[in-house]
């Protein structure tokens, strides 16, 4: 690793300014415990009202979708805030690394190879680990790779992962063009964030998953706190930065290839959780952040699509509208601090 520090004062404030922080307006926990009310209000809403026909039918399939939506919203959501603590960044998010774009690359050479019936055809348990395996391979061999040099550095890896999924994009884009409009339409619905179309067989597998990496991040959480004050105090109060940088990546590069394989790229919903979580926490502890992050990304999903569905009659939009906009504020955030 580089022996220069990696600071960011906004991501690692004074004490003092923790503490008038706090004093303002209502308590941390009364803020985890209405945004967790907020969070059962909006799923009630969404798997009990407005049901036209059988209930059961109705309810059960509200209920594969509801799965999706809270991996989903967990795996994103908390691997978002992970990945910002140890870039120091409030602006990235882990789809700087090219998970989308190793995900489009794989689902577009399918389709170039084999034919648009094959996505179909391979859709199952075998293809959703195969897929998390291959996105999980790529990281590991990028890290590997990048980590074990004298000149290492995680600001390497960052702009490694950003021309690497520059590339894969570029590739993607050239097969697309040679496909026919039939493929390419067959295509196109694989490569965005779909929650209405996960099968009910992938859900135990996948929550099993995040909450296996969710018990380590957990675990690991006052670590994620003393990473916030740079990597050489991190490394006087006895972290070891690089093994610990290492583990965390590949924790998060778990969470968002499950996440992905099973729902569908989702470039702007993990930043918009995030930005939202350090706003309405009013801390930067992860024993707060953590939760917050996962209950406004479960309001944002089941709230939008109740919203989506009874409101506008647009059931399958809510992935494009908020791409959309957290994309625009994305774009605000960095025309406002001018870089990264």
Not at 35 to 59: C, M, P, T
Not at 204 to 216: F, K, Q, S, T
Not at 238 to 247: A, D, N
Not at 310 to 328: D, K, N, P, R, W
Request: aromatic share 10%; with cysteine.
């Amino acid at each position: 690793m580089s022996d220069t520090p990696m600071t960011a004062p906004s991501l690692a404030p004074t004490s003092a300014a923790l503490t008038k922080q706090a004093r303002r307006g209502m308590p941390v926990a009364a803020r985890l415990a209405v945004a967790a009310a907020l969070a059962a209000a909006s799923v009630a809403a969404f798997l009990l009202l407005f049901i036209e026909g059988s209930f059961d039918f109705a309810f059960e399939r509200r209920l594969t979708v509801f799965g999706t939506m809270v991996v989903v919203a967990f795996a994103q959501a908390v691997a978002t805030v992970v990945f910002q603590t140890i870039t120091h960044n409030r602006l990235l998010t882990p789809s700087i690394m090219g998970f989308d774009a190793v995900y489009i690359l794989m689902q577009t050479l399918l389709v170039s190879v084999f034919g648009g019936r094959v996505l179909a055809a391979t859709d199952g348990l075998p293809k959703l680990i195969t897929q998390t395996l291959l996105m999980v391979a790529f990281t590991m061999l990028l890290f590997g790779w990048l980590f074990s040099g004298r000149r290492g550095s995680l600001h390497v890896l960052l702009l490694v992962g950003v021309v690497l999924g520059l590339a894969f994009r570029s590739l993607s884009d050239f097969l697309q063009r040679l496909l026919s409009p039939a493929e390419y339409d067959v295509l196109s619905t694989r490569l965005f964030g779909r929650l209405s179309t996960a099968e009910p067989e992938y859900l135990p597998l996948a929550g099993g998953v995040c909450l296996v990496v969710g018990a380590v991040i957990w675990w690991r959480r006052y670590r994620l706190d003393t990473l916030l004050l740079g990597q050489e105090t991190a490394t006087n109060l006895g972290i070891t930065h690089k093994r610990e940088l290492t583990v965390l990546l590949l924790l998060v590069s778990v969470l968002i290839a499950m996440s992905t394989a099973l729902a569908g790229p989702m470039t702007f919903f993990g930043f918009l959780t995030a930005m939202l979580a350090y706003q309405f926490a009013g801390t930067h502890r992860h024993l707060i952040v953590l939760p917050m992050a996962f209950l406004i990304g479960l309001i944002t999903l089941t709230g939008g699509q109740f919203v989506m569905e009874h409101v506008f009659y647009a059931s399958g939009m809510l992935t494009v509208v908020i791409e959309f906009l957290g994309g625009a504020i994305f774009l605000a955030h960095l025309l406002r601090k001018g870089s990264l």
